[in-house]
C-alpha cells in the first residue's frame, strides 16, 4: 500500500475505549430500562443482561484474539479470509456492514424523535404519511443535520472523531453518575420488588434484547490501524468496554426499579427519565436524563460511521465492491468517498420515517450476529492450521471459546426467526434481509467480471504477508527492547548506593 493510502495511528487507549463503549451506548436505555424491569423483575432484568453480556464476552475474546493476531483495517473482512476463505470474508464483511449502516441511518431518526421530548410540538410543515407515520419537514431537518455534522466530522479525520467521542462520552458518565448517585440516596429499595417476574419467559424476553445492546465492540477491529497502542494492549482494552457495557446496563436497571413502581414505568414513555425526575425531586432530572440520551445517540452514531466506512473501505481495497470506495484522503487518511455513500443514505433515512428505519435495525441485528458465527468460525479455523501464528492477546481456553462463540452466535441467530421472541416481522424485515443478500449478489459476481476471480485472493493474500512481515519487525524489535531492558536492571540495582 502506497503512503498515499496509509491510515495514521492516531487513537489512544482512552480513544479506543470510548469508541467502543460509546458504540454500545446508544438511546435504548433511556426507552426500555422500565420495559426490562417490568418483563423480569429487577433483579431478573439484570440477571438477564448479566448473562447477555458474558455470551458477548465469549464473542468478544474471539475478536480480542484475531485484532491482535491480525491488525489490519476490516476487522472481519481479514479475520474470515485468513480463516475460511474470500467467499466467508464477502459475507461476513456485507453482514456486517449492513449492521453498521442501519444503526447510522436509524440514529438519524432517533435524534429528531428525542429533540421532540425537549421540544414538545416542535414537529411542523406536514409531508407524508408512511407505514402510519407522519413525517414533518422540521423533524427532518434535524436528522439532516446531525448526519452532517456526523459526517463532515468523520470527513476531516479520525481526531475530531475521536474529540467528539470523548465529549459526547463524558456526557454519558456524568449524567449516569448524577442518576446512580441519586438512585443509590434517594430510592426506595422496596420499589425493586418484585425481583423476579415472568419465570423464564420473562428472563428470555430481556435476554433476547442483549444482543443489539452490545453491538459496537466490534468496531474497533474496523480501525485497527489507526490505533496507535502496543497490540496486546489493543484486545485488552476492547475487552474493558464490553464489561464497561454491561455495568453501565446493570446499574441503569438498578436505578430505574429503585426509583419509581411499576405502574408509573408502564405508563411512561421515557421511564429512565422519569426515574431521574423522581430521586432529584425535580422535572428537570428528565431533561438531563434525555441529554446523556443524547449523548448516547451521538456516540453510537459516530463510532457506527467509523465502522461501516472502514468495511466499506476493506471491500473495495480488496476488489469486492468499486473501487472509488477504496481511496482515503491524502490529507485526512480517511476513506472519503466510504464516508460520503453512508452520508448520503443518512441524509435519506428520515424522509422514510421512524418505523421502517427500525425494520431496518432489526434486520441488521441479524446480520450482525452472522458475522459473529463467521468470525468465531475463523477463530478456530486458525487455532486449528495455524497454531504457531503470532497472536499478542491470546485467549485462555483456546478452541473452547471459539466453540462456545459459535454456539452462542447460532443460538442468537436462532432468536430472529419465525415463532422466536426476537422474530423478524414479516414481510417487511424479511424483505430487507433478502434484498441486502441479493444487492450482495449482484456486487460479488460484479466484481469477479471486473477483476478476474482472483482478483480479492490474490490482493489480501499480499496484504496479509505484508503484514505479518511489519508485525514480525514490530515484535522483534520489542523483544529486543525488553531484553535489553531487563539485561540492564541488575546493573543499575548493583550501582544504586
Not at 211 to 216: D, I
Not at 419 to 431: R, V
Request: aromatic share 14%.
Amino acid at each position: 500500500m502506497s503512503d498515499q493510502q496509509q491510515f495514521e495511528k492516531k487513537m489512544s487507549k482512552k480513544d479506543v475505549l470510548f469508541l467502543a463503549f460509546g458504540a454500545m451506548i446508544g438511546w435504548g436505555w433511556v426507552v426500555l430500562a422500565g420495559a426490562w424491569v417490568l418483563n423480569a423483575g429487577s433483579y431478573g432484568a439484570m440477571l438477564a443482561f448479566a448473562i447477555g453480556g458474558i455470551m458477548v464476552l465469549f464473542i468478544g475474546l474471539t475478536y480480542s484474539e484475531l485484532t491482535c493476531a491480525m491488525p489490519q483495517v476490516g476487522g472481519e473482512h481479514v479475520f474470515a479470509f485468513r480463516g475460511l476463505g474470500a467467499k466467508a470474508s464477502f459475507i461476513a464483511t456485507w453482514a456486517i456492514i449492513l449492521g453498521y449502516v442501519s444503526v447510522v441511518a436509524f440514529e438519524a431518526v432517533a435524534l429528531p424523535t428525542v429533540v421532540e421530548f425537549l421540544f414538545p410540538n416542535y414537529k411542523m410543515g406536514y409531508m407524508w404519511t408512511i407505514t402510519g407515520y407522519d413525517v414533518y419537514l422540521t423533524w427532518v431537518l434535524v436528522g439532516i443535520a446531525g448526519t452532517i455534522i456526523i459526517a463532515v466530522t468523520n470527513y476531516f479525520g479520525v481526531e475530531p472523531v475521536a474529540f467528539m467521542q470523548t465529549v459526547f462520552t463524558s456526557v454519558i458518565a456524568i449524567v449516569g453518575v448524577i442518576f446512580i448517585t441519586g438512585a443509590t440516596f434517594n430510592g426506595d429499595p422496596t420499589l425493586m420488588a418484585p425481583y423476579f417476574d415472568g419465570g423464564f419467559t420473562g428472563m428470555t424476553a430481556v435476554l433476547v434484547m442483549t444482543p443489539l445492546m452490545f453491538v459496537g465492540f466490534n468496531v474497533v477491529p474496523q480501525a485497527v490501524e489507526e490505533i496507535n497502542l502496543p497490540y496486546k494492549e489493543i484486545g485488552r482494552t476492547l475487552m474493558l468496554s464490553v464489561v464497561m457495557a454491561v455495568a453501565w446496563y446493570v446499574m441503569i436497571i438498578w436505578g430505574v426499579a429503585r426509583a419509581i413502581p411499576g405502574d408509573v414505568i408502564a405508563g411512561s414513555a421515557l421511564p429512565t427519565a422519569d426515574a431521574l425526575s423522581a430521586v432529584l425531586n425535580t422535572e428537570w432530572g428528565g431533561r438531563i436524563l434525555v441529554i446523556g440520551g443524547i449523548g448516547g445517540i451521538m456516540t453510537s452514531w459516530n463510532a457506527f460511521y467509523v465502522g461501516g466506512s472502514r468495511a466499506i473501505y476493506a471491500m473495495a481495497r480488496s476488489k469486492m465492491l468499486p473501487e472509488f470506495l477504496g481511496v482515503l484522503h491524502p490529507k485526512y487518511k480517511t476513506p472519503t468517498n466510504a464516508i460520503i455513500l453512508i452520508g448520503v443514505l443518512s441524509v435519506l433515512a428520515p424522509l422514510l420515517g421512524r418505523p421502517m428505519l427500525i425494520w431496518l435495525v432489526d434486520a441488521g441485528g441479524l446480520a450482525c450476529v452472522v458475522a459473529y458465527l463467521i468470525v468465531a468460525m475463523s477463530f478456530i479455523a486458525l487455532r486449528k492450521k495455524e497454531p504457531e501464528m503470532h497472536r499478542p492477546y491470546k485467549v485462555m481456553g483456546g478452541k473452547t471459546v471459539g466453540y462456545i462463540a459459535v454456539a452462542l452466535s447460532l443460538m442468537f441467530i436462532a432468536l430472529f426467526f419465525p415463532g422466536m421472541p426476537a422474530a423478524l416481522i414479516w414481510p417487511y424485515e424479511w424483505i430487507i434481509v433478502g434484498g441486502w443478500i441479493l444487492l450482495g449478489a449482484f456486487f460479488y459476481f460484479r466484481a469477479q467480471a471486473t477483476y478476474g476471480k482472483d482478483a480479492a485472493h490474490n490482493y489480501m493474500t499480499e496484504r496479509l504477508n505484508q503484514l505479518f512481515t511489519d508485525t514480525t519487525a514490530v515484535r522483534e524489535a520489542e523483544e529486543a527492547l525488553a531484553a535489553e531492558e531487563k539485561a540492564a536492571t541488575p546493573r543499575v540495582a548493583e550501582e544504586t548506593p
